[in-house]
């Protein structure tokens, strides 16, 4: 996460839920776009309330400082895929003043303000598309398809004029709960089926080995030198993709080699870097057993059961 993008509004968040004897004035509620619901009937306005509920629960300190209606642009611009409408530079601006202002009301002494005075005005526009454009938009934009956005904006506006929502933040979460675990099992059926079927048809091409674990490999230049053990410490160039060639790691563009044990890494590392003489370089397809399993890595990029490829130097033998 990189601090000109999300990490303005996560510290302003860390500041804002450390002050919890702030009172913040009632947020009004914002003009709706289209009639509130009393009845959450479909699946959609169900998990898009519930996620209004919780972004609304983890904003409600700043209520009084969000322009609901510019949240909401930033939203829908992230959804379209357009640019932040917020550059970074008044994102970071707009996110000092805010934490300035939540100093000073907490009882604080703000550096270079005299006791006593008020804090200067926040823009309550720049704060909405900020957090819309930074930090809401880009989290529901990959699921942007299977929420009510209306839903959303009812519990936001609820929550932040007080009022009584259709579910409690229990019944939110549980809610979200069911919708991730159902999305998790979605993705691991859609990922397996990839996998074998491109590991069956890889499996044939000239030059690919199989073996007992159902690892795959490829030689792309050949070694000369001693080959490690499954305790080794080795160190490496390498990188991982997924197998619609996304990259999600590579020592390549780190710029610098990898220390590690053999016994320290996945299972398809630890059978396929055993294989190598020092000086090779290999190309490893590894299916998901023999790499992150059902839970893949927590917040990606890796899904549950995803075959992996890696193409891997082993520059050296260390212990």
């Known amino acids: 996460m990189k601090m000109g993008k999300r990490g303005a509004v996560a510290s302003l968040l ?12 009632q947020q009004p509620a914002a003009p709706a776009a289209t009639k509130e619901k009393s009845v959450l009937t479909s699946d959609r306005e169900k998990v898009g309330y519930a996620i209004g509920i919780d972004v609304a629960s983890s904003f409600e300190p700043i209520a009084s400082e969000v322009d609901i209606a510019a949240l909401r642009r930033g939203i829908e611009n ?5 640019q932040p409408l917020l550059s970074q530079e008044e994102a970071q601006q707009t996110d000092q003043a805010l934490r300035t202002v939540m100093m000073a009301r907490s009882g604080q002494q703000v550096p270079g303000m005299a006791p006593g005075s008020q804090p200067p005005s926040v823009d309550k526009e720049k704060v909405g598309l900020m957090l ?3 930090a809401v938009g880009p989290s529901l934009a990959p699921i942007q398809k299977e929420i009510d956005l209306d839903s959303v904006f009812q519990a936001i506006t609820t929550v932040f004029s007080k ?16 919708f991730s675990t159902a999305k998790q099992a979605a993705s691991a059926g859609k990922n397996r089926e990839e996998g074998n079927a491109f590991l069956a048809k890889n499996k044939t091409q000239p030059g690919v080995v199989t073996t007992a674990s159902g690892l795959q490999y490829q030689v792309i230049r050949p070694g000369s030198g001693e080959r490690p053990v499954p305790t080794s410490r080795v160190r490496v160039n390498y990188e991982g993709k997924l197998l619609d060639g996304t990259v999600f790691d590579s020592s390549y563009q780190r710029g610098e080699p ?6 320290q890494v996945i299972k398809g590392w630890t059978e396929g870097v055993s294989l190598m003489p020092v000086g090779a370089k290999y190309r490893f397809w590894i299916p998901s057993e023999l790499a992150y399993g059902s839970a893949g890595t927590p917040g990606g990029p890796i899904g549950p059961d995803a075959a992996l490829t890696f193409d891997v130097e082993l520059l050296g033998i260390l212990q």
């Open 14 to 25: 860390i500041l804002a839920m450390a002050a919890p004897g702030v009172v913040m004035s």
């Open 258 to 263: 990898v220390d590690f044990g053999l016994n």
């Open 163 to 178: 009022g009584t929502p259709l579910m409690d933040r229990q019944q939110a979460q549980a809610m979200l709960q069911a």
């Open 78 to 82: 992230a959804f379209a895929g357009g």
């Open 132 to 134: 819309g454009s930074y």
